[in-house]
């Protein structure tokens, strides 16, 4: 029996990328909206912990009805170092960093922060993970970034209405808190990679999710004031986690698996403009400028040099290698997770891992138990 490749279950299609990929866009931007409305009224934790509570009820009931899911459940939550480190970076520390910061200086300057997050974790995967570089690629990155900032200080003023508006020490404050949450969310996508990859998402996210609800819930009860939440906006924290949060997860995930972390996070850079004109739309904030629009141009084109370009094309050096060693290598059809490397390194074929979700273009270390 022929085992079929690894990749073709996975890719499933063309348009399965762009489809995943807009759909994340627009929830995230949905949710964005929805935030920065809910935390004008409620203590930041608690959405953070209302949300991600809710999301891992979804995620959970939504594993418990596919053996798949339920397999993978049990895999994940055998790894208890890594599903806590997760928890921690991407659940912990981004929602309370960046809902608290949108408490400050609000949803649209937040998501503007959030949107280096192909930046930070550009520059965490080279520096960390070994990424390969370029001139193309750090151009892309300055260029990125740049045009964010400069869309913060151009249009700062028309897109403050949602937050607080205390001056220079708020902004500092927020800023930070935003941006130490981005940097967690940015580490979190090469650790989940690293760590779960041969874990569908899935199954890993409900291990991981829950420990995540167990932090913010536990930190909630302890130093927020929860009386004074009303029910309707707690049902808007279940809306937030239910509808926007936990499919933003899956598909968020999936697309890490399929594209890698610096892919998925480059999207990330469209969601501040949506939520800037849903803000304009739902009358909160003015309409955005020339200057404006022309930065949300340039970050686009530093994005496309970041994550965009040619793919590189597999290397003809296996054609002249003895034939020797073939009984070393991985049948056809399957993935080379664990075959001898060359010199120069491992093949494509290699380097990818053993699970058909975790195929990914970018090279990551094989994954060690944490």
């Known amino acids: 029996m022929v085992t079929p490749p690894v990749s073709g279950g996975r890719e499933g299609g063309r348009l399965a990328v762009p489809a995943l990929a807009v759909c994340m866009v627009l929830l995230l931007a949905a949710g964005w909206l929805l935030s920065g409305h809910l935390v004008a009224g409620v203590p930041p934790l608690a959405v953070a912990a209302g949300r991600t509570g809710t999301a891992f009820f979804v995620i959970m009931l939504i594993a418990a009805l596919t053996p798949r899911g339920r397999t993978g459940v049990r895999t994940a939550a055998a790894r208890p170092r890594a599903v806590l480190v997760l928890a921690f970076l991407g659940f912990f520390a981004y929602y309370s960093g960046t809902l608290l910061g949108t408490r400050y200086v609000g949803a ?27 001139r193309r690629k750090a151009l892309g990155t300055a260029l990125a970034g740049s045009g964010a900032v400069g869309f913060l200080l151009a249009d700062g003023a028309a897109a403050g209405a949602s937050g607080s508006g205390g001056g220079a020490a708020a902004l500092l404050s927020g800023g930070g808190l935003a941006f130490g949450g981005t940097f967690a969310y940015a580490l979190y996508g090469y650790v989940y990679r690293q760590r779960m990859s041969d874990v569908p998402a899935l199954a890993a996210l409900p291990a991981v999710t829950g420990a995540g609800t167990l932090m913010l819930g536990l930190t909630a009860l302890l130093f927020v004031p929860l009386g004074g939440v009303s029910a309707a906006d707690w049902g808007g924290v279940a809306v937030l986690g239910a509808v926007l949060t936990a499919p933003v997860f899956l598909i968020s995930h999936e697309l ?50 970041t994550v965009g370009g040619p793919r590189a094309r597999p290397s003809a050096a296996p054609a002249a ?47 060690k138990p944490l």
Do not use: M, N, Q, Y
């Open 108 to 134: 649209s300057r937040v998501g503007l922060i959030v949107s280096l997050l192909p930046c930070i974790t550009f520059v965490i995967g080279v520096f960390a993970f070994r990424e390969p570089s370029s």
């Open 256 to 305: 890490i698996l399929r594209k890698g972390p610096l892919f998925t996070s480059a999207l990330g850079l469209a969601v501040p403009f949506l939520v800037r004109l849903g803000e304009w739309g739902l009358g909160s904030a003015a309409a955005p400028g020339a200057l404006p629009v022309l930065l949300i141009a340039a970050s686009a084109a530093g994005v496309w040099l």
């Open 321 to 367: 290698a003895p034939a020797a060693p073939s009984r070393l290598a991985a049948p056809a059809g399957r993935s080379g997770f664990g075959a001898p490397t060359g010199p120069a390194g491992p093949s494509p074929a290699a380097d990818r891992p053993a699970h058909p979700s975790s195929a990914t273009p970018e090279a990551l270390p094989p994954r």
